[in-house]
Structure formats: structure tokens, C-alpha cells
């Protein structure tokens, strides 16, 4: 893409981040913005690098696969942010530095078998489904305390904290809301695992609403790269 239309993209995200820490009187620091790369070729990501990202998010394991050897010289992090099959796992543990759509315990223990051992740690976080409809993915709330008890357990993991894609709605109180549920399970659940920091929410129609509620991963597609083709 444009390289011009790239820079001001991510220029007037990183005002949106900053007013949005301002107003809810946090540091814009503890807030990562990761860029959502699905579907955007290699190029592009090597210009927004160039703009001074450093964080990718793909939601596609093949199409990611293509993508990373071609920016081998750049030292990015990478996120996944898909579902995940579970003949999916071995890759992806070999190949992400974050996952942040694990909403089972069966995929948590084969991640974890899979990291390799000349890796870190692999972050994650869970994925939770905090709108209630059946057809989104993620962990419910319910299942959430017996889930996050059975990471901490797993050594190749770190257990960071959640991830959630709410319905989309224009409404910033119900935004809030939904946002609002994902911290106050985190406050809950830091009680079993105090090293969860993480809270992957916002994208680039919500971002404001998910800092006002403590969002440190907002995960921006369209706002980077515009919109999506597929
Ligand atoms: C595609 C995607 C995003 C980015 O969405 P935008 O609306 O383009 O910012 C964020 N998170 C997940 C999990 C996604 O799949």
C-alpha cells in the first residue's frame, strides 16, 4: 500500500491510543498496539516496521507461514489471533511468540508440549467470550476459573491474561460494558494467577472504550491498512 497513506494511518492511531490514555489518566506506555496483518502482504508489513511497529497479530496460519520468512531480517514479534485446530498447534508453537485465542484446555497442553525447547516461553492469552452469543469463539466466563488453574500448571506457557472479541455495536456504553466484564474477570482471577497483566481488547472501531477500561493489547487492522478485501 501507500506508503504516505501507511505512515498517516499509523500517526493518527497513535493520537487515538494517546488521547484515550490521557483521558483515562493512564500511561499511553502500558498500552501495545498490535498491528493486524491478516491478509496484508509482506511489503506492507515491512513498511509499517519501518513506521516504527514492531508487533504483528495473524489470524491465518498458512498465510502467516508464507509471510515470515520473507521478514526473517526484521525482529518482529508475532501474535496469533485465530482459532486454533488442534493439528494447527505444532506450528504455531513454533513459530508465534504470543497466542491469544486459547479457549481449551486441550490446545493449552499441546502448545505447551510443542513449544520447542530452544524457544521462550510461549505468552498467552485466553480467548473469552464475553457477549454470550454461541456463535462466537472463546471461553465462556463459567469455564474460565478451572481453565486459567490448568494453564499456570503447563511449563512451556506464561499465562498472560485475556482476549476478547465483543459483538460489534456502535454503542460506546455497551463497548464498555462488554470491555468492562473481560477487566473484572482479570481482577477476579489475578487472585489465582497473579502474573496476568494482559488485557488483549479494542480494535480499531473500539479502541477508545476498550483503554477506558484497561485494554494493554488493542489490536488495529483497518486503522493501519485499511480495509480488507475478503
Ligand atoms: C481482524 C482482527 C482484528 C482487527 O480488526 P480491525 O477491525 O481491522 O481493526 C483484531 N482482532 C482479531 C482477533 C481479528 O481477527
Do not use: C, K
Given at each position: 500500500m501507500n506508503e504516505q497513506l501507511l505512515?498517516?494511518?499509523i500517526s493518527k492511531l497513535l493520537q487515538r491510543v494517546r488521547l484515550s490514555a490521557e483521558k483515562s489518566q493512564r500511561s499511553e506506555c502500558d498500552i501495545l498496539v498490535l498491528a493486524v496483518s491478516k491478509?496484508?502482504?509482506?511489503?506492507?508489513i515491512r513498511a509499517a516496521h519501518d513506521c516504527g511497529l514492531l508487533e504483528f497479530g495473524e489470524s491465518y496460519?498458512?498465510?502467516a507461514l508464507v509471510k515470515m520468512p520473507e521478514l526473517e531480517d526484521l525482529?518482529?514479534?508475532?501474535?496469533?489471533?485465530?482459532?486454533?485446530?488442534?493439528n494447527k498447534t505444532r506450528a504455531i508453537a513454533g513459530?508465534?511468540?504470543w497466542v491469544h485465542s486459547v479457549d481449551r484446555s486441550k490446545i493449552a497442553r499441546r502448545l505447551s508440549e510443542q513449544r520447542p525447547q530452544d524457544m521462550a516461553p510461549l505468552q498467552v492469552c485466553i480467548q473469552v467470550n464475553i457477549s454470550g452469543e454461541s456463535s462466537k469463539s472463546g471461553a465462556t466466563l463459567e469455564e474460565l476459573p478451572q481453565?486459567?488453574?490448568?494453564?499456570?500448571?503447563?511449563?512451556?506457557?506464561?499465562?498472560r491474561g485475556f482476549m476478547a472479541i465483543p459483538a460489534a455495536t456502535g454503542d460506546t456504553r455497551l463497548q464498555r460494558q462488554s470491555f468492562g466484564r473481560?477487566?473484572?474477570a482479570l481482577e477476579q482471577l489475578q487472585v489465582i494467577a497473579p502474573a496476568m497483566d494482559t488485557l488483549s481488547m479494542g480494535m480499531s472501531a473500539d479502541i477508545e472504550a476498550a483503554i477506558?477500561?484497561?485494554?494493554?493489547?488493542?489490536?488495529?487492522?483497518?486503522a493501519i491498512f485499511g480495509s480488507r478485501n475478503r
Open positions: 505512515s498517516d494511518n491478509t496484508r502482504p509482506a511489503a506492507d496460519l498458512q498465510e525482529d518482529l514479534t508475532w501474535h496469533f489471533i485465530g482459532p486454533i485446530q488442534s513459530h508465534f511468540d481453565l486459567v488453574r490448568e494453564i499456570i500448571t503447563l511449563p512451556r506457557l506464561r499465562l473481560l477487566r473484572t477506558a477500561e484497561g485494554a494493554t493489547i488493542v489490536r488495529a487492522g483497518t
